[in-house]
């Protein structure tokens, strides 16, 4: 079965301060948002609140719109936003390409495998266990190089 392609946005942001960021992340955020934040000695897993307490030096979080991903640089943050829908944030400029996105199922690895030592958990609200199946996952493809360039999360 063949899966239609359709228009899909993506921008980014250089030097962006933690304020910034937060900011960022505010604006996309939904109520059927996650989070994955990782540290120099963990994973967060996929959790349903972010931490009041932060400290990661990556992390993305992710809705049925869009993915906000980020990265910790020694003067700021590398913004990415993976999106179907156009958005109007402040400083951010699309990143040139044709971009087409398509949703698959998402492949998730063995539980017994020791890709993760310290473990990893999907928890919701009220550490509730959010079920692997209701995540998918959005590939970018540039129609110009039929290349697919991100690979997004999203909820189904």
Request: charged letters at 25%; one cysteine or more; a negative charge.
């Amino acid at each position: 079965m063949t899966q239609e392609f359709t228009t899909g946005y993506v921008y980014y942001k250089q030097l962006v301060a933690p304020d910034e960021l937060d900011a960022s992340i505010t604006q996309v955020s939904n109520s059927q948002s996650y989070y994955f934040l990782r540290y120099s000695h963990a994973v967060s897993g996929i959790c349903s609140n972010l931490p009041d307490e932060r400290g990661e030096i990556e992390g993305q979080v992710f809705n049925s719109i869009c993915e906000i991903r980020w990265k910790k640089y020694k003067f700021g943050y590398e913004v990415l936003i993976l999106s179907q829908q156009k958005f109007n944030l402040e400083g951010f400029e699309n990143l040139t390409g044709n971009w087409k996105i398509c949703d698959r199922d998402a492949y998730w690895h063995n539980q017994e495998e020791t890709r993760f030592p310290k473990g990893f958990t999907f928890k919701g609200e009220n550490d509730q266990l959010i079920k692997p199946e209701a995540i998918k996952q959005r590939y970018f493809k540039d129609s110009d190089t039929a290349t697919i360039h991100f690979v997004a999360l999203t909820v189904n």
